[in-house]
């Protein structure tokens, strides 16, 4: 299986190293954490990528040194007692997944997440402390992609799911952490929604036709979701101050996005969302094989005063993992960042320029977080993001300088491990903690 060699191949130990050697100069504005998670299975077997174990991989800067590396799987029930779909009162186990996707920060709290399940709360030194349920709030499972308003500082987020009787639920936690809003979002079925965009006035949902596949999910040991021709394809967009509110649904053509890069409210009234559209995702064939499809950027306009969405292809270029500075979520934000194959590009987001950093050959970046140089939000700063290296099957954190991506790395950090391929994280800075 592809997922289980080559640089997707787990790693069997957890290990902590002091002292990193650097090509290069860290930059002393940066303390902090460089975190990333990603599938590993503790078995080193898995039917699909998406299952496997939790792991966090994390590079401590600070003082203009690579202090440590420590990388630490997940400790969720799932890892240490195995799957449980149900708990002793037969209600769904919300503790009982991989937590393998994202690894965020809110209210002081540092969580591992996984849209299956509930997070996992981690110590700043990667231990897992336990499932972290909002004080017995949450009683779904929390979406991989929340998104933190920059200027209210709550956290938005939703949960889905197969059985609930509407699928979808939105939830609100403020700056504390103290989870304020849940309603229940009615969708035509149990449809994949793995992200979703927030502006400052509103928050959109992406309802589109990746739908659970009970006969994939009796087979096992695959994802049990496949393409539905016939589910239609729509973005809902709530008001963020009325968020009981109705829910207002714009048709699209049909699609599958797995990672919106921003979205922000036009002076003229309308939303403008930037995504990584795929035509199509996991349609089955005679054979119950899906052709691999990739994504490229496009661009939609919400009109709510016409009712229409305006669809535009931004670039042709493959690519996934698209990231801004996160201080200008729901935001106008200039710049976006995309991982394409051994490259980084930075789009210019209202010019259309592009500039790409690429590794080389061999040399394949994962998805970038932005870490900021000063105060000023979509001002000066760093991506960070590991890189593996075919050639001596190693990886390295590299360090680019954002507003000058074409250029040689600024610092290039050399791990004692390699990092398999995994999926998002974030630059966590002290000041930030």
Known sequence: MKHLGGN??????????????????????????????????ADAASGHWFFGDGMVHGVRLDGGR????????VRTTRFTDGTRMYDDQGRRDLTSGPANTHVVRHAGRTLALVETALPYELTRDLDTLGPYDFDGRLGTAMTAHPKTCPATGQLHFFGYGMAEPTHLTYHRADATGELVISRSIEVPGPTMLHDFALTAGHVVFMDLPVVFDLELALTGGTMPYSWDDGYGARLGVLRRDDPHGAVRWFD??????????????????????????????????????????????????????????REEQIDDRPGEFPRVDDRLTGLDSLHGHVTCGTSLVRYDLTTGAVTAHDFGPGRTPGEAAFAPADDVPGGPGWLLTYVHDAATDRSDLVVLDAGDLAAAPVATVHLPARVPFGFHGNWLADTDA
């Open 8 to 41: 997707y191949a787990p790693v069997t130990e957890e290990l902590t190293a002091h002292d990193l050697p650097v090509t290069g100069t860290i930059p002393p504005e940066l303390a902090g954490w460089y975190l990333r998670n990603g599938p590993n299975p």
């Open 66 to 73: 690579a202090v440590s590396y420590r990388n630490r799987w």
């Open 252 to 309: 699209v053509d049909p699609c599958y996005v797995f990672h919106s890069l921003n979205a922000h409210d036009a002076p003229d009234g309308t939303l403008v969302l930037h995504v990584m559209r795929y035509p199509e995702m996991w349609r089955r064939t005679a054979d119950g094989s899906s052709a691999p499809q990739r994504a490229v950027l496009w661009k939609w306009t919400i009109d709510p005063a016409r009712g229409t969405v």
